[in-house]
């Protein structure tokens, strides 16, 4: 057997050979890589080449090394879901770099980290003054997370003192101007109603590319001709506006009677309407 | 405009949000928010039932104005 050939049928088997052998560890290694992980890709990839191109002179020898370089991070792996002990070597512990606002110098020493190290992890996050961290910790992958200062986190609906609405999916009942029957069952809705939303806005459904209801029964529509406006659905603003509207109403109706039941009677439904708007607003609003 | 015909409007108006808030409570599939929604446009029925009583009374006191 001439030499290529046999480096041709030593790679393709081997190719094959690893790529299984690379499913046996598993998933996680490519969205979180350790140092460990790091380690063994780099193993298995040299060892892998290293047979490939005929400098180890014994096949079985090569393989040996290579199912043993793979199979035990597979096993580490399994045992570390099981136990917190090997979890911590083989993946190691996050690091606290910043608590309560401090740096911890004796931590970055450990972790091996310069100063534009931190900062520029933390630029990286978009914190650009350390000063605004509460508490900021190594992960085992390298990256850094940090906490903010309260002060200086994103303002929530919460943090702001507001009431959210709740919202649920928005299902996605037509794509590429094709009926998904399936979304449109589990918002209790057929065809038919699509068709008769359609009409309403005056589109034909094959000029749908993407369709969406969401939590209310609201459509929102993109067209393949882009030259053409959809109409966005307004009918929660408009209920709200009307609403308000009808509020306003009353309570000019029973300041303009002179009759003291029909008064108190507009003044009873104006606040009614109040509490009302006070209710609905998260939900029509926002 | 007379008063009667500026409630019938309001009565019309109510009518209207009423209609939405029922579909959007049977549209929905969050329970709590169909909840909250039926709950509401209850009490949007009972407004409407005191303005269609106080309207009757306007009517029978500017009859010239009767009728939608």
Redesign the interface.
């Known amino acids: 057997m001439p030499e290529w050939l046999s480096i041709l049928l030593r790679s393709a088997g081997l190719f094959i050979l690893t790529l299984l052998l690379v499913r046996l560890i598993g998933k996680r290694q490519t969205s979180r890589l350790t140092f460990f992980d790091l380690v063994t890709g780099i193993a298995i990839g040299v060892i892998a080449a290293a047979i490939s191109l005929n400098l180890v002179v014994i096949l079985a020898n090569g393989l040996i090394a290579l199912v043993v370089w793979t199979g035990f991070p597979a096993l580490i792996y399994l045992l570390s879901i099981k136990y917190k002990a090997v979890r911590d070597i083989v993946q190691g512990k996050e690091t606290v770099l910043i608590n309560h606002g401090k740096v911890l110098e004796d931590k970055l020493l450990e972790a091996r980290f310069t100063p534009e190290d931190l900062l520029s992890q933390l630029r990286k996050k978009n914190v650009f003054n350390f000063a605004d961290v509460e508490f900021a910790v190594l992960e085992p992958t390298g990256e850094v997370s940090a906490l903010l200062k309260k002060d200086k986190q994103p303002l929530t609906a919460k943090t702001a003192g507001l009431n959210a ?4 999916v928005p299902q996605t009942v037509m794509l590429d101007g094709i009926i998904m029957d399936e979304p449109l069952t589990a ?3 057929n065809r038919r109603w699509l068709h008769t939303e359609l009409e309403i806005v005056g589109v034909a459904p094959e000029n749908v590319f993407i369709a969406q ?1 969401d ?3 609201q459509l929102y529509l993109d067209l393949f001709d882009d030259a053409i406006q959809v109409p966005k659905p307004k ?2 603003e ?2 709200f506006a ?2 308000k ?2 509020q306003a ?2 309570e000019l ?1 029973a300041l ?2 002179k009759q003291p039941e ?1 008064k108190e ?2 003044g ?2 104006s606040g ?2 109040s ?2 708007i006070e ?2 607003e998260p ?1 029509l609003k926002r | 405009m007379t ?1 009667s015909a ?2 019938k ?2 009565l019309a ?2 009518k ?2 009423q209609a ?2 029922e ?2 409570a ?5 329970p ?2 169909k909840e ?2 039926s709950r ?1 446009s209850q ?2 029925a ?2 409407i039932k ?2 269609e ?2 309207l009757g ?1 306007l009517e029978f006191e500017e009859p010239q104005y009767k009728g939608f």
Not at chain 1, 165 to 168: D, F, L, T, Y
Not at chain 2, 26 to 30: H, P, R, T
């Open positions: 609405g709740q919202e649920s918002m209790g809705l209801v939590s209310v029964g009918a929660k408009l209920a009307t609403l509207k009808c109403d009353c109706y303009g009677t029909a009677m507009y009873k439904s009614i309407l509490e009302v209710e609905l939900l | 008063i500026q409630v409007q309001t108006s109510l209207g949000v939405t808030l579909t959007f049977s549209a929905g599939e969050n709590e928010a909250m929604l509401n009490k949007i009972i407004i005191d303005l009583k106080r009374v």
